[in-house]
């Protein structure tokens, strides 16, 4: 019951000048004496919008909300159940931050091209996936499959999956050439000898 108690809250709290713009239209009657008509509606809808958009540019950007750390082996943990006993254990976790290093194993642009998914391998043999804003991509471009990464990530569901989002490439490691990529590639060598031939 408290919880929808807060959502009402919030939502009254979000939408007051558009709240307070109904109020004036609803009472407008009242408060001039006169009719309201499809002109003063008009005019007063347009006022609500030139306000609004004048209210947004002034306002200050708020500072971004401060991350709350959990451990993410918990996280993990948890995400192996199913059900009810999953939703129950992993509410607390929601909206906190976790990170997790693993195998990077690729990425995927989502279907409404609003993110990117990267498939994450755990050291235990999982597959993780997270999701990152687009603005992201020139960042992922540069993994390797198979690299070592570390990422920071906003715990969410996506369907009834732990998918972090809002995340964050913290640290790649360097991608070490094997020696069979080394020995496909012709040394100089060989190109000259081949080339006089």
């Not at 909206?95 to 290093?101: A, E, L, P, R």
């Not at 990152?132 to 992922?140: I, K, P, Q, V």
């Not at 920071?152 to 094997?178: D, H, K, T, W």
Request: aromatic share 8%.
């Amino acid at each position: 019951m408290s919880r929808v108690l807060t959502w009402i809250g919030r939502f009254l709290w979000t939408n007051l000048r558009f709240i307070l713009f109904l109020v004036v239209l609803e009472s407008w009657p009242l408060l001039t004496g006169t009719p309201l008509t499809m002109r003063t509606a008009l005019a007063l809808a347009g006022l609500y919008v030139v306000l609004a958009v004048r209210g947004t540019e002034k306002a200050s950007w708020p500072k971004p909300a401060e991350r709350i750390f959990v451990p993410a082996e918990a996280v993990l943990e948890v995400s192996r159940l199913t059900g009810y006993e999953l939703l129950s254990r992993m509410t607390p976790y929601l909206g906190k931050w976790i990170t997790v290093s693993g195998t990077f194993d690729g990425t995927g642009e989502s279907l409404p091209h609003d993110a990117i998914h990267l498939s994450l391998l755990l050291d235990d043999g999982r597959r993780f996936n997270l999701r990152f804003s687009t603005d992201r991509a020139e960042d992922l471009r540069t993994l390797r499959t198979g690299q070592r990464i570390t990422v920071i990530g906003e715990v969410q569901f996506s369907g009834y999956s732990l998918m972090p989002e809002n995340c964050e490439l913290i640290s790649a490691a360097a991608v070490r050439q094997s020696q069979d990529v080394r020995r496909a590639q012709p040394s100089r060598r060989e190109c000259l000898l081949s080339a006089a031939r």
